[in-house]
């Protein structure tokens, strides 16, 4: 007979039991761990002119985003770096701490403010959270050449435990590997980055214990992270304090150019200005080459279609132009226009469709573009490049005042286009922009300093904008390469002769 006593402990043994079993059955599975979810943006190349130094400044950044989706805070200690190769040269680069190329991305390229690395670490990922970055590398004042791209993104899955030697715990991280190769791009002269599968892979890593090595090594971080914090808010300072003084650069080349004398003010608004626009015109000749990026917006509300990219000017009036309409749709268009004072090559890449190039003869140019009498600047490369758009008008302009864009004081006019202007505005070269002209304002603001087209706007009668154009980052006397200005027709592409096609009366 079992007493109360001895039936307890038969349960006893019996739970120990089972609790040893269920523990030896487990002990084969492999512990979870933590990973963040993570997607990036392709990798973009940036370059800014360092004032100070009077010289370029190359760079490569990574946007990307992290989501925590345990249900649990998880730290986001990201660590993004950068291995640049070709053949057996390789250059590594570490995400740094570039307060002005940060700020460039935030206010030109995404116009919204993302985490660099010091913000992204600063406190853990609530559960749910997502959180967007930026890892910024800088290559100097050169730019190296390279075939293969790899971005090396750690900090994304909890550690995995080796065992330990001494004072060190060993662990495996995962590490996730972004790799690219750079190929001719299919759609214009130079190299594009092409994606290849991701990879991940386990590297062994050391980790010291809680106590006094530990304690140090987070005391020079938390030093390095508040260095850095401290930087940044100095420097948002300094371009406050700039930005209140008239935003005048240090001493040095800027990116207007270097200094040059103030020109006179022009006549009240509303009033025609030749002399004012003449001597912008001899200030902007002047200036051999310029690069800079450009926005353009045509339409209105659900109707509205954005483009961006980059254009090139050099003497000559020859000129680059890259623009990527619409980009992730299907209208997505990919444009490249390149004067080399001959000939006017257009290629565009349509989804869907394929590369189709067109090529316009300026020697065997007549009705395709019209000119006007008494206007010596409308001429071909005026028609064809956007950015010198306001030569057409010439002494036309009304002058309205000064506007401030950016480090820049502009030189604002305006055209109202009549009916000699109707011919010029519906020819077929004439940019989209201008096509949305006729019956309508045309507004121009000219660099003082550069004489170059910094924006222009098409209003309608109730000042609504229904077409802009705006370059921004301006490089004057960039070093642009001869061959940027050299189209080469992709292999297999047919070339259409757009001053025959006119001539035959097929206007495609």
């Not at 269920?22 to 492999?30: I, K, L, P, S, W």
């Not at 979810?37 to 009077?54: H, I, R, S, W």
């Not at 660099?116 to 970055?133: D, I, V």
Request: proline content about 7%; some cysteine.
């Amino acid at each position: 007979m079992r007493t109360p006593a001895t039936r307890w402990l038969l349960l006893a043994v019996l739970l120990l039991l089972g609790l040893g079993l269920g523990v030896a059955a487990r002990a084969g599975e492999e512990p979870a761990y933590w990973a963040l979810a993570f997607e990036n943006d392709t990798p973009k190349q940036l370059v800014l002119e360092d004032a100070a130094a009077g010289k370029l400044r190359f760079y490569w950044y990574v946007v990307y985003r992290v989501k925590n989706p345990e249900q649990k805070p998880l730290p986001a200690r990201l660590r993004l770096a950068l291995k640049l190769s070709i053949g057996n040269q390789v250059k590594d680069y570490d995400d740094g701490f570039d307060n002005v190329a940060e700020m460039h991305v935030e206010k030109k390229v995404l116009e919204r403010p993302v985490c660099n690395w010091a913000e992204m670490r600063a406190q853990p990922l609530k559960p749910g959270e997502s959180r967007e970055g930026i890892a910024i590398f800088s290559l100097g004042n050169e730019a190296p050449d390279f075939d293969k791209m790899t971005v090396y993104v750690r900090g994304l899955a909890e550690l995995r435990p080796l065992g330990r030697e001494g004072n060190v715990r060993k662990a495996r991280e995962r590490t996730l590997l972004l790799r690219y190769e750079q190929v001719a791009s299919r759609w214009r002269s130079g190299k594009e980055l092409k994606y290849l599968p991701e990879e991940w892979t386990l590297e062994e890593v050391a980790v010291t214990d809680r106590g006094e090595g530990e304690d140090e090594a987070a005391k020079k971080a938390g030093q390095k992270l508040q260095e850095l914090i401290e930087k940044a808010k100095k420097e948002a300072e300094r371009r406050k304090k700039l930005d209140a003084e008239g935003a005048k650069p240090p001493p040095g080349k800027s990116s207007a150019g270097p200094p040059k004398t103030p020109i006179a003010a022009g006549p009240p608004a509303g009033q025609p200005a030749p002399d004012l626009v003449n001597t912008l015109r001899k200030i902007a000749a002047g200036t051999p080459t310029v690069r800079a990026t450009l926005a353009e917006a045509i339409g209105q509300g659900e109707r509205r279609q954005e483009a961006t990219g980059t254009l090139c000017v050099g003497k000559d009036g020859k000129f680059t132009i890259e623009r990527n309409s619409q980009p992730g749709t299907e209208q997505a268009l990919k444009e490249q226009r390149v004067f080399d004072s001959q000939h006017l090559w257009i290629q565009t890449v349509a989804k869907g469709v394929g590369a189709t190039v067109r090529r316009w003869t300026v020697a065997a140019t007549k009705k395709e573009w019209y000119t006007l009498d008494g206007k010596p600047e409308v001429d071909f490369a005026a028609v064809a490049n956007p950015a010198r758009a306001w030569r057409l008008f010439a002494d036309d302009l009304l002058y309205l005042g000064t506007e401030r864009l950016g480090r820049e004081t502009a030189y604002v006019f305006e055209v109202c286009p009549d009916k000699k202007h109707e011919a010029l505005l519906s020819g077929p070269l004439v940019c989209d922009v201008l096509a949305k002209a006729p019956g309508r304002r045309i507004r121009f603001w000219l660099g003082s300093v550069t004489g170059f087209q910094l924006k222009m706007q098409v209003r309608d009668d109730r000042g609504g904008v229904v077409a802009a154009l705006e370059c921004t980052d301006l490089s004057v006397d960039a070093p642009v390469p001869p061959d940027a200005f050299v189209f080469k027709p992709p292999a297999g592409v047919e070339v259409i002769d757009m001053n025959a096609a006119f001539a035959a009366g097929d206007k495609p």
